[in-house]
């Protein structure tokens, strides 16, 4: 295993990503995105690729990029958020979409990178995420063209649960405030929601950190044993965070 993780840029930490791979993205909306590495993939010409992440970004931003540019085929998802064109694409059949609740969506990226297969929960029993039926893809017409099959029930102490795959991506992107060139991470407030396990699902994942420094292990968040790749941001693309909604008046 290399020591020194550090990557010179983007464009180069993603040197061997090809069509159709998938990918883990951390963040929630715009918070704790990799924005860097998104715009360096959107940059590569990429297509046809698999996305797991809590949401598809905003209308031409993060994701979105990819999303707009129709370099995404499938998203794996919590919900489709503000972003309309996420919504057209889907309800048009441009992109098949796999809605989870967002509980088991974080679950099943741990469980992928702990090498667990698959889990049982009650998140989703007696509703079409375990009997089935959810659209998957949207014929032109607004039909539905592929549904979500059933999922199994088992029971536990007289309470069911739903059966739940983890999951696996050959990348993951993610984002952190500080990191090491062993690829031990330190994640800042809302950032810390989905990255440390995007992270943890990918084959290949590539931290873009706001500081490279040295860490104590008592604050490190996540281990270098799930990150192969870090890029260094410059102060300028630290500093450029996206903001989906403000909520005061000038």
Not at 30 to 46: F, H, N
Not at 88 to 101: K, S
Not at 165 to 172: L, Q, S
């Amino acid at each position: 295993m290399r020591t020194n993780k550090v990557v010179p840029s983007a464009r180069e930490a993603l040197a061997d990503v090809r069509d159709g791979a998938s990918f883990a993205v951390g963040g929630f909306g715009l918070s704790g995105i990799p924005s860097v590495l998104i715009q360096a993939l959107y940059d590569s010409g990429v297509t046809g690729i698999s996305v797991v992440s809590n949401n598809c970004g905003t209308d031409g931003g993060g994701l979105g990029l990819l999303l707009a540019a129709g370099r995404i085929a499938r998203v794996t998802a919590s919900y489709i958020g503000e972003n309309r064109e996420f919504a057209r694409q889907y309800l048009a059949g441009e992109v098949e979409v796999e809605l989870t609740p967002q509980g088991s969506l974080a679950e099943r990226l741990r469980a992928g990178g702990c090498g667990i297969p698959a889990f049982y929960t009650p998140a989703g029993v007696g509703t079409p995420i375990a009997t089935g039926g959810l659209p998957l893809r949207h014929a032109p017409d607004g039909s539905v063209a592929v549904a979500s099959p059933p999922k199994e029930v088992r029971e536990f102490d007289g309470r069911p649960y739903v059966l739940e795959r983890g999951i696996r991506t050959d990348f993951a992107l993610v984002r952190a405030a500080k990191g090491d060139r062993h690829g031990n991470l330190v994640f800042s407030k809302a950032a810390r929601n989905f990255n440390p396990l995007a992270a943890m699902a990918g084959r290949i994942t590539i931290a873009e950190v706001e500081e490279l420094t040295d860490l104590d292990p008592d604050e490190v968040h996540l281990p270098g044993v799930f990150v192969q790749r870090v890029v260094v941001l410059t102060p300028e693309q630290a500093a450029a965070k996206g903001i989906e909604k403000r909520t005061v008046r000038p």
